[in-house]
């Protein structure tokens, strides 16, 4: 899958409300090691969204600038370590920030993957409602939780 060398993002321009937030441009980030890039469909909103847009979460130093914490989308490419299997699948994630953009680099293991699978007929945005509930459902599974 191509992927481009810039994509668009939401930005906040200054601490505020809803109008701080700008359409910009930016260089679309690499999947490096243990990651995966996801072609966004849809980003949830959250309470720490909300209170870094008006300026009292203050952005961890190894987190995005850019608010989006909940994606759902596709899988475009994969860093190193990371099963090429998972390139074309369908995926909801948990975001170190950067969400709210085109394309969002995730840590594989804050994926989750074949929700849209088993939830035949749902439009990618319904993976956002159940995030957090699939997210507890794989690791009760596959880490033995």
């Known amino acids: 899958m191509s992927v481009p060398e810039r994509m668009s993002a939401v930005g906040i321009a200054k601490p ?3 109008e701080v937030l700008e359409l910009i441009e930016t260089e679309t ?3 490096g090691p243990g990651e ?3 072609r966004v469909a849809a980003a949830g909103v959250n309470r720490p969204d909300i209170l870094q847009r008006i300026g009292v979460y203050p952005v961890p130093p190894d987190a995005s600038p850019l608010p989006g914490l ?3 989308g596709t899988v475009v490419a994969v860093g190193a370590d ?3 299997d998972l390139v074309g699948q369908d995926v909801c994630a948990l975001c170190n920030g950067g969400g709210y953009a085109q394309y969002v680099a995730v ?3 804050q994926l989750c993957v074949g929700v849209f699978r088993r939830r035949a007929g749902r439009q990618s945005d319904d993976g956002l409602r159940i995030l957090p509930d699939e997210l507890v459902e794989h690791r009760r599974r596959f880490d033995g939780d």
């Open 16 to 18: 505020g409300g809803p």
């Open 29 to 31: 980030p690499r999947p």
């Open 107 to 109: 840590p594989a293991g």
């Open 82 to 84: 990371v099963s090429q």
């Open 36 to 38: 995966v890039l996801i």
């Open 70 to 72: 909940e994606v759902a």
